[in-house]
């Protein structure tokens, strides 16, 4: 059974920084494009950043330049270093893979920006 687990959520202070990874289990981890999407309270999920299997990277405009990217396919982990954070960054982010058809989704992890 796939697994995406997503760890490194909780509260930051606004202006400060988080780091939120995924680990991948029992699939093919090099193929997949991998994604961080949010959704926000009464908001639909978005994206807020993806990476293909060849290093290629997407943002979504509210977070470019605030938010790296990055995947490491030797721990079959996907990062996102989320710096200067804001309280609109408030969601649940979930960790998304993507490849051939097949869709996978983490459970989830709370990020709350707040003094």
């Known amino acids: 059974q796939v697994q995406l687990v997503e760890s490194g959520g909780g509260l930051v202070q606004p202006g400060g920084s988080l780091r939120l990874s995924c680990t991948a289990s029992?699939?093919?981890?090099?193929?997949?494009?991998m994604g961080w999407y949010r959704r926000a309270p009464g908001k639909q999920r978005e994206l807020v950043a993806s990476?293909?299997?060849?290093?290629?990277?997407n943002y979504a405009d509210s977070v470019k330049g605030r938010f790296t990217i990055s995947r490491d396919s030797a721990k079959s982990t996907v990062n996102l270093q989320m710096n200067s954070v804001k309280p609109e960054d408030t969601a649940v982010y979930y960790c998304?893979?993507?490849?051939?058809?097949?869709?996978?989704w983490g459970p989830g992890t709370q990020v709350t920006v707040s003094s």
């Open positions: 029992r699939i093919i981890f090099r193929i997949y494009t």
């Open positions: 998304n893979g993507n490849a051939q058809g097949l869709n996978y």
């Open positions: 990476i293909t299997s060849g290093g290629i990277t």
